[in-house]
């Protein structure tokens, strides 16, 4: 018998059931065959780069998400976000530098050699990270059977924490999923060490460096529930922002393709609640990985308030 049953073993449920284990209480975590949307995301951890469009409290709260990372899983890589835009949209930039900070502008070449002649400035984010999503759930994971928390798909034995992301909208009918797209391309040609933001008024994309010589190249952002597979449209407007980026994209090899839906709530913004006897943690948009770690810490503050414990 679990203390806690964790419904997800998404990011959210990861992220909770870590530091449960942590606090020593004993819990298990309740897994779906359903892919999470976690295992599609680009794991960029850019809390000032996100202020473009979040509101401050998203920065606050992922400012602290790439420590949290690193003393969990090997892997995250402090090398900062570059954003480009192409010399048209010159104003984008400025538009973006505008609505951030921690930044300064940069001779993108010197960042990443690669880019050579290609972009006379960009703006450079040093205080950003970012990780390998899978890898990192996967050392989550290993770690939580490390220390004996059972992974199954039977029935909860202890207060439920529900982390079931976009499938929890029988419990919370207002959330709603925000459709993501993304390709993982393999180029040999191509060295980048951190993402880069690609601005556009209509197509911006991100590349998020990956092991091997592979990228992740995301993400649409579309208000619909359909989790079917990546459209033609996507794609070709994905690959098309990519190839801006670098010609040579037009040489690497498409090796999967995948598509998300982002759990969110009204204003986009991750919420702890508890209703009925059961807690939750959900409404993670686009801020899964950099989110989480301060959602889970924020939910052991309210379970340590004595009146929520009884079970
Ligand atoms: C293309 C894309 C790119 C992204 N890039 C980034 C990024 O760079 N940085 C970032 O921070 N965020 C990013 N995100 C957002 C991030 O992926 C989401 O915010 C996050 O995955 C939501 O996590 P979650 O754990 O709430 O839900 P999920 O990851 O969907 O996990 C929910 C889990 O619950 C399980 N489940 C469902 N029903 C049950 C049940 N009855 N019992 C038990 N389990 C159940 C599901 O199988 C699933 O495993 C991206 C998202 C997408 C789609």
């Given at each position: 018998?679990?203390?806690?049953?964790?419904?997800?073993?998404?990011?959210?449920?990861?992220?909770?059931?870590t530091?449960?284990?942590?606090?020593?209480?004993?819990?298990?975590?309740?897994?779906?065959?359903?892919?999470?949307?976690?295992?599609?995301?680009?794991?960029?951890?850019?809390?000032?780069?996100e202020?473009?469009s979040?509101?401050?409290r998203?920065?606050?709260?992922?400012?602290?998400a790439?420590?949290?990372?690193?003393?969990?899983?090997?892997?995250?890589?402090?090398?900062?976000?570059?954003?480009?835009?192409?010399?048209?949209?010159?104003?984008?930039?400025?538009?973006?530098?505008?609505?951030?900070?921690?930044?300064?502008?940069?001779?993108?070449?010197?960042?990443?050699?690669?880019?050579?002649?290609?972009?006379?400035?960009?703006?450079?984010?040093?205080?950003?990270?970012?990780?390998?999503?899978?890898?990192?759930?996967?050392?989550?994971?290993?770690?939580?059977?490390a220390?004996?928390?059972?992974f199954?798909?039977?029935?909860?034995?202890?207060?439920?924490?529900?982390?079931?992301?976009?499938?929890?909208?029988?419990?919370?009918?207002?959330?709603?999923?925000?459709?993501?797209?993304?390709?993982?391309?393999?180029?040999d040609?191509?060295?980048?060490?951190r993402?880069?933001?690609?601005?556009?008024?209509?197509?911006?994309?991100?590349?998020?460096?990956?092991?091997?010589?592979?990228?992740?190249?995301?993400?649409?952002?579309?208000?619909?529930?359909?989790?079917s597979?990546?459209?033609?449209?996507?794609m070709?407007?994905?690959?098309?922002a990519?190839?801006?980026?670098?010609?040579?994209?037009?040489?690497?090899?498409?090796?999967?393709s995948?598509?998300?839906?982002?759990?969110?709530?009204?204003?986009n913004?991750?919420?702890v609640?508890?209703?009925?006897?059961?807690?939750s943690?959900?409404?993670?948009?686009?801020?899964?990985?950099l989110?989480a770690?301060?959602?889970a810490?924020?939910?052991?503050?309210?379970?340590?308030?004595?009146?929520?414990?009884?079970?």
């Open positions: 018998m679990s203390r806690w049953s964790v419904l997800g073993s998404g990011v959210a449920g990861l992220c909770v059931a530091l449960l284990a942590e606090q020593g209480e004993t819990l298990e975590v309740i897994v779906s065959d359903e892919m999470p949307a976690s295992h599609w995301a680009g794991g960029m951890l850019a809390p000032f780069c202020g473009e979040a509101p401050e998203v920065t606050a709260l992922g400012q602290h790439a420590g949290w990372w690193s003393q969990r899983v090997e892997g995250v890589a402090q090398q900062g976000t570059l954003v480009l835009a192409s010399p048209r949209d010159a104003t984008e930039l400025t538009r973006f530098a505008r609505l951030t900070r921690q930044h300064q502008w940069c001779n993108p070449e010197e960042l990443e050699p690669d880019l050579a002649g290609r972009f006379a400035r960009g703006l450079f984010f040093a205080g950003e990270a970012h990780l390998n999503p899978r890898d990192a759930l996967r050392q989550l994971r290993a770690a939580l059977e220390r004996g928390v059972a199954h798909a039977g029935k909860p034995s202890g207060t439920l924490i529900d982390c079931r992301g976009i499938h929890a909208t029988d419990r919370q009918p207002e959330l709603r999923a925000v459709r993501g797209e993304m390709l993982i391309l393999h180029s040609d191509l060295h980048f060490s993402p880069i933001r690609l601005l556009h008024p209509r197509f911006p994309c991100y590349l998020v460096p990956r092991a091997s010589g592979h990228f992740m190249l995301g993400a649409t952002m579309v208000e619909s529930d359909d989790a597979p990546i459209s033609v449209r996507a070709m407007e994905l690959l098309s990519a190839w801006t980026i670098h010609p040579a994209l037009a040489e690497a090899r498409i090796v999967e995948g598509t998300g839906r982002r759990p969110a709530y009204r204003h913004v991750p919420e609640r508890y209703r009925d006897g059961v807690f943690v959900n409404g993670m948009y686009r801020h899964g990985f989110l770690p301060a959602m810490q924020h939910l052991m503050q309210l379970l340590s308030q004595e009146s929520h414990y009884a079970n």
